[in-house]
T-cell receptor
Framework: AQSVTQPDIHITVSEGASLELRCNYS??????LFWYVQSPGQGLQLLLK??????LVQGIKGFEAEFKRSQSSFNLRKPSVHWSDAAEYFC???????????FGDGTTLTVKP | DADVTQTPRNRITKTGKRIMLECSQT?????MYWYRQDPGLGLRLIYY???????NKGEISDGYSVSRQAQAKFSLSLESAIPNQTALYFC?????????????FGPGTRLTVL
């Protein structure tokens, strides 16, 4: 069975600083991987996804993530955080056999002025 | 207009009442999901449906039921609401034709059971 771990429950960064949110997955083959963002009072929105090919994927709002098979990781990065990036971020692993995705427990990002 | 809508957006009810949360989508997706979100517990899957005739229990289905009235509509019912069902509920859809379960979420329903 697939699973996702987001080791950091809460991260605080200063505005303008770089950001990395960690995601580790467990899956028996090359997975589909996703990052979603939930802004306060809203539903989840897809940031980016990895299906195959280039292991560095670009998403919306200046985010990127890198798939590292050897580390079973799919960490989310942004070079310079903006106050509007304060939100909860969810990593998810998708089943390549037409099954449903599994979500991590989320990481809450606080941005200090 | 939003692709995935949920009604109501907020609801306060009393213990023992029956309540229905509704979800509609205009994305034409076959797959629909119901999740609940509680602080510190992430998203937990209640029920999911891969098409109109295929409904499956998720990890926390006790106390809930669903109805898939059409491809576009998926309702969640609490037969007899209890206070620990107070939570934020999300509906989502996905289309597997691209080969992966990319999900699209509604805005959520905040339910309070007194």
């Amino acid at each position: 069975a697939q699973s996702v771990t987001q080791p950091d429950i809460h991260i605080t960064v200063s505005e303008g600083a770089s950001l990395e949110l960690r995601c580790n997955y467990s899956y028996g083959a090359t997975p589909y991987l996703f990052w979603y963002v939930q802004s306060p009072g809203q539903g989840l929105q897809l940031l980016l996804k990895y299906f195959s090919g280039d292991t560095l994927v670009q998403g919306i709002k200046g985010f990127e993530a890198e798939f590292k098979r050897s580390q079973s990781s799919f960490n989310l990065r942004k070079p310079s955080v903006h106050w509007s990036d304060a939100a909860e971020y969810f990593c998810a692993v998708g089943n390549t056999n037409a099954g449903k995705s599994t979500f991590g427990d989320g990481t809450t990002l606080t941005v200090k002025p | 207009d939003a692709d995935v809508t949920q009604t109501p957006r907020n609801r306060i009810t009393k213990t023992g009442k029956r309540i229905m949360l509704e979800c509609s989508q205009t994305k034409g997706h076959d797959r629909m999901y119901w999740y609940r979100q509680d602080p510190g517990l992430g998203l937990r899957l209640i029920y999911y449906s891969f098409d109109v005739k295929d409904i499956n229990k998720g990890e926390i289905s006790d106390g809930y039921s669903v109805s898939r009235q059409a491809q576009a509509k998926f309702s969640l019912s609490l037969e007899s609401a209890i206070p620990n069902q107070t939570a934020l509920y999300f509906c989502a859809t996905s289309d597997f034709t691209s080969g992966a379960d990319t999900q699209y979420f509604g805005p959520g329903t905040r339910l309070t059971v007194l």
